[in-house]
């Protein structure tokens, strides 16, 4: 039996050492590895991991479940307090949509994303 090796590409952004995914999305990713914290139920602090990132919503894993459509402030990035609603999940790693608009997102994460994130049409 012969093995097959699946390639994905991507590039390499040498200016935030970060890489974009090279898919049709309308909003470009990049992948990061950052932390961030948001308030549970009960008001306590929780930590999550973020592992992509567009100006739209962000990949995150957390310690726990979150239901589709739960609604919360993100801090993420050096403290930007963001509103995210959560799209999908699967299990404890989740796709949050920032409730801003994206042109918006673009102007607050202009430091942080490399500039192919941040054009959009």
């Not at 990713?29 to 100006?55: N, P, T």
Request: glycine share 8%; with cysteine; charged share 25%.
């Amino acid at each position: 039996m012969s093995e097959k090796k699946l390639t994905v590409k991507k590039h390499t952004i040498e200016d935030n050492h970060a890489e974009v995914s090279d898919d049709k999305r309308r909003f470009q990713r990049v992948s990061v590895l950052w932390s961030g914290e948001y308030a549970d139920d009960q008001g306590a602090e929780q930590q999550c991991v973020i592992f992509d990132v567009s100006v739209n919503g962000v990949r995150a894993k957390f310690d726990q479940a979150l239901e589709i459509g739960t609604q919360f402030v993100l801090k993420i990035a050096g403290g930007v307090q963001l509103m995210i609603e959560v799209v999908w999940s699967r299990g404890q790693t989740v796709g949050l949509r920032f409730r801003d608009n994206p042109n918006k997102l673009a102007s607050i994460m202009a430091g942080v994303l490399p500039r192919k994130c941040l054009e959009f049409a």
